[in-house]
């Protein structure tokens, strides 16, 4: 007690232990992107080809596009938390930082859905013949 | 913002001799947020053009292998290593450890020296495949 907001003191409940919500994801999604980014980069490599058949069966298989999805949502949560403080840190006009937040955040949850749309799509159709 | 201009503000960022600590810190922020744009884009990009159709993705691969194409590869992969090496010093340092100057200092060279080595050695690989 005598800590926290005004509100929480009057209440006697201090603080909601929820203050570092937002560096914690920072920090989970991190490792996410760590190990997710890392495994596509080392199987990129290892691919026969990058061509569109041997990229688009790859991504077929479900032990790749399951994964694949996982590090397109660790990815967009990431960026998302991480631009928000660099906006935060650099848009100073009120009006401006709050259609900043709404911009990063259609960018983020449009981006994950397209990405993990565009994964479903090859996991369950595959290869398409022009 | 609102500041009274007749309180003083603490010297900020003009006065500081710069270091390799001050340097990897905005190169966090810089690689983060070109990756959080440029890269994430490239990647839905190449995701979208695969689930298009084999003419999507010839015109993705036409864009990504041109001249232009490779300098945006080349640069946001080793805008990736520096962001991860950076990242985890920035593990490091949450954990309370690695905040004496000498260490501090190393560890900061440290993170741009391996993140070229790395992108130096994939694009190595890539190029030495393609021979």
Request: charged share 10%; with cysteine; hydrophobic share 55%.
């Amino acid at each position: 007690m005598g800590t926290g907001t005004g509100i929480g003191r009057v209440r006697g409940l201090g603080s909601a232990k929820h203050g570092a919500h937002h560096w914690l994801a920072q920090r989970y999604t991190a490792v996410g992107n760590l190990l997710l980014v890392l495994w596509l980069v080392f199987s990129l490599l290892s691919l026969p080809g990058l061509d569109y058949e041997s990229v688009v069966s790859w991504i077929h298989n479900p032990l790749v596009a399951v994964p694949l999805m996982l590090m397109v949502v660790s990815i967009f949560m990431h960026l998302r938390v991480g631009m928000q403080v660099m906006l935060e840190d650099y848009v100073h006009d009120k009006g401006l930082a709050f259609f900043s937040m709404l911009v990063l955040n259609f960018y983020a949850f449009g981006g994950a859905a397209a990405g993990v749309f565009a994964i479903a799509k090859i996991a369950f159709i595959g290869v398409v013949k022009p | 913002m609102a500041r009274s201009n007749s309180r003083p503000l603490s010297p900020h960022l003009t006065i500081w001799k710069w270091g390799p600590a001050m340097a990897v810190s905005i190169m966090h922020r810089v690689t983060g947020n070109g990756l959080a744009t440029a890269g994430a884009l490239g990647l839905i990009w190449w995701l979208m053009a695969a689930a298009t159709g084999p003419e999507a993705y010839a015109t993705f691969v036409k864009c990504a292998t041109s001249p232009i194409g490779y300098l945006v590869m080349i640069g946001l992969s080793w805008f990736f290593f520096q962001h991860l090496f950076s990242g985890l010093r920035h593990f490091v340092l949450d954990m309370g450890a690695g905040y004496e100057l000498k260490n501090n200092k190393m560890w900061s060279i440290a993170t741009f020296i391996l993140s070229l080595l790395t992108t130096g050695f994939v694009w190595l690989y890539i190029f030495g495949k393609a021979l």
